[in-house]
């Protein structure tokens, strides 16, 4: 079975700072994929950004980036220039690739209050 | 573009009575996934669907069922509820060939009082 670990239940940055997230994840499989999901306080679960653990380079979104480091089963999210609109619960998330088709299951890790202060 | 809806938003029921949570997935999207949030916590997987047959399934009790219909949209039924099936039901859905990614709905709150 696989599990996502957030280790850290609150942060908080000023805005326009720059914040890192941290998730490890364990799991004997070699392709999958990760995300990070933002759930502000309307509840609503927005995709942030996807990585493909076949793929060497880190993903980037705009002021969104990770750190994906397969080796030590590790995935930060770094938020460059925070705004106040980045404030929300984020989630890290794992789900497997079977051949592209994985029908797959997401687990969440226990997610981080990221609070973003002017 | 076209998002995932679910309803109803909001749903209030009382202890031993059943529920219909409904989910339209976005459009040339064949995949529906069901997850269940309380408070404070994390979404919990309850059962998948790909091309209206059950594809996967996690934690539901068995007085949950779950179907997807023709259309592509699913309905989960909940019976006998109970004060710990207050949550959050969110439905996903995943484009034809494409299931890495799974786009989510705004959620239905139930209220069991």
């Known amino acids: 079975a696989q599990t996502v670990t957030q280790s850290q239940p609150e942060m908080s940055v000023q805005e326009a700072e720059t914040v890192t997230l941290s998730c490890t994840y364990d799991?004997?499989?070699?392709?999958?994929?990760l995300f990070w999901y933002k759930q502000p306080p309307s509840r609503q679960m927005i995709l942030v950004i996807r990585?493909?653990?076949?793929?060497?380079q880190n993903a980037t979104e705009n002021r969104f980036s990770v750190n994906f480091q397969k080796a030590a089963k590790s995935f930060s999210l770094k938020i460059s220039d925070s705004q106040l609109g980045d404030t929300a619960m984020y989630f890290c998330?794992?789900?497997?690739?079977?051949?592209?088709?994985?029908?797959?299951?997401?687990?969440f890790g226990q997610g981080t209050i990221l609070t973003v202060h002017p | 573009a076209a998002g995932v809806i679910q309803s109803p938003r909001h749903l209030i029921k009382e202890k031993r009575e059943t529920a219909t949570l409904k989910c339209y997935p976005i459009?040339?999207?064949?995949?529906v996934y069901w997850y269940q949030q309380g408070p404070g916590q994390d979404p919990q997987f309850l059962i998948s669907?790909?091309?209206?047959?059950?594809?996967d399934k996690g934690s539901i009790p068995d007085r949950f069922s779950a179907q997807q219909f023709s259309d592509y949209h699913s309905e989960l039924n909940m019976s006998s509820l109970e004060l710990g099936d207050s949550a959050l039901y969110f439905c996903?859905?995943?484009?034809?060939?494409?299931?890495?990614?799974?786009?989510f709905g705004p959620g239905t709150r139930l209220t069991v009082l």
């Open positions: 996903a859905s995943s484009p034809m060939g494409a299931t890495d990614t799974q786009y």
């Open positions: 799991t004997s499989e070699s392709n999958y994929y």
């Open positions: 990585q493909e653990a076949y793929k060497q």
């Open positions: 998330a794992f789900t497997l690739n079977a051949g592209g088709t994985s029908y797959g299951k997401l687990t």
């Open positions: 459009p040339r999207h064949d995949t």
């Open positions: 669907f790909y091309e209206k047959m059950q594809s």
